[in-house]
């Protein structure tokens, strides 16, 4: 009987220390999850913020709200130098994104806006 309630012990508390991490980490995670790579810019605005991914050539991009939750009118938008944007703008909780581009060695320029606020790059990662 002692044996069962060590390992009963032991069950619950992995899974409330891989709870606890979850909850710790989750921006972390959720990045990993929608951009491949490594985040290499991120762009603050008064309303949220746009996270910029590279991997190899190419580079993903999306824009997420200060606050989650009810549907507001979100965009993501990344270009090549040389090349049209990649766009994707609507009503949306969580994200505008991701989108991606090749880029190969070019300057890229990183919009997003969340309801009224806004941020553009201009040219980086050149």
Not at 31 to 54: D, K, M, N, Q, Y
Not at 78 to 99: E, I, L, M
């Amino acid at each position: 009987m002692g044996a069962l309630r060590r390992r009963v012990a032991l069950g619950t508390a992995v899974l409330t220390v891989s709870g606890l991490l979850a909850l710790a980490a989750p921006g972390t995670a959720q990045a990993a999850l929608v951009c491949p790579g490594r985040e290499v810019v991120t762009l603050p605005f008064s309303t949220g913020t746009v996270h910029v991914f590279r991997r190899g050539e190419y580079i993903c991009a999306y824009t997420a709200p200060k606050r989650s939750g009810a549907k507001r009118t979100m965009s993501v938008s990344v270009q090549a130098r040389g090349n049209r944007p990649v766009v994707d703008r609507g009503r949306y909780t969580r994200r505008a994104g991701p989108v991606t581009v090749h880029a190969g060695h070019r300057c890229v320029r990183v919009k997003g806006a969340v309801g009224g606020g806004s941020v553009s790059s201009g040219w980086i990662l050149c």
